[in-house]
Nanobody, 127 residues
Framework: QVQLVESGGGSVQAGGSLRLSCAAS????????MGWFRQAPGKEREFVAG????????SYADSVKGRFTISRDTAKNTVYLQMNSLQPEDTAVYYC????????????????????WGQGTQVTVAS
C-alpha cells in the first residue's frame, strides 16, 4: 500500500514555471514506478511523464518533451515534475500515480497500469 499526496499546483502566466511534488507514504517507495498524468475539463486523463523505479529511465508525452522534467528522490519518497514554458493548454488537474513493479527500468504510460493515485493538484496557465 502507498498513499500519494500532490502539491505545488497554482496559477501562472504563459511562459512561467511550476514544480509539482508527489510525496509517497511507506517504506517501499523504491519498488514503485511513478507517473504524472493530467486531466482537463471534459477530457480523459492523459499520460504526461513517467519514471522507473531506479530513476534511470524516463518517458514523456510529445506535448511536454523539452519543457517538463520528471525526477525522484528516494530518500524523500518524493517524485517531482518540473514544468517550464507553460502554456494555456497545460491547464489541468495533475495526478501522480504509483505502480508496484519488480522491473527496475520499466515505465508505464497507461492510466490502467497504475494502482495508486493522489488527489490531484490544479494547474492553471493564463494566456
Amino acid at each position: 500500500q502507498v498513499q500519494l499526496v500532490e502539491s505545488g499546483g497554482g496559477s501562472v502566466q504563459a511562459g512561467g514555471s511550476l514544480r509539482l511534488s508527489c510525496a509517497a507514504s511507506g517504506r517501499t517507495f523504491s519498488t514503485y514506478a511513478m507517473g504524472w498524468f493530467r486531466q482537463a475539463p471534459g477530457k480523459e486523463r492523459e499520460f504526461v511523464a513517467g519514471i522507473s523505479r531506479s530513476g534511470g529511465a524516463t518517458s514523456y508525452a510529445d506535448s511536454v518533451k523539452g519543457r517538463f522534467t520528471i525526477s525522484r528522490d528516494t530518500a524523500k519518497n518524493t517524485v517531482y515534475l518540473q514544468m517550464n514554458s507553460l502554456q494555456p493548454e497545460d491547464t489541468a488537474v495533475y495526478y501522480c500515480g504509483a505502480r508496484f513493479t519488480v522491473r527496475i527500468d520499466s515505465i508505464f504510460g497507461r492510466v490502467s497500469d497504475y494502482g495508486y493515485w493522489g488527489q490531484g493538484t490544479q494547474v492553471t496557465v493564463a494566456s
